[in-house]
């Protein structure tokens, strides 16, 4: 997954530029392809924000997860459109749950996330190889 973003840094809520091999090591990462424009994006933003909320405040320790947001919005990017290769979007909004690999562990994020709610972050973890000792 590092290598994906190798070089280029990652910018937090807050627009705080990161290093993300610091950011994502030893973590299970969301990347969340949406856009502005897109409504069903709009729609499960602020669900996918309450979850990744209680995954990491609601939660001690704080879970090993970490969302990352693939603009699929009018701007070029070369990142956006390299993962977007990688991981074959063709349709947004597309929560892709990957290893730090990068290895994919689901595409089926949203919908695990809609259906199951936290509940779907044990599976992920499992199949994750990430050790925690996280009792969500």
Known sequence: MVDVFSGRPLLTRDGHAVDPEEILQNKIVGLYFSAGWCSPCRDFTPVLCDFYSELLEGARPP???????????RSPEEMADDLKKKY?????????IVKQTGEVITDKGRKQIKERG?????NWLEGADVFQNFSN
């Open 88 to 96: 074959n979007i063709t349709a947004i909004p597309k929560l892709v």
């Open 118 to 122: 936290l509940s779907c972050f044990r």
């Open 63 to 73: 879970a090993p997860f970490e969302i990352v947001f693939v603009s699929s919005d």
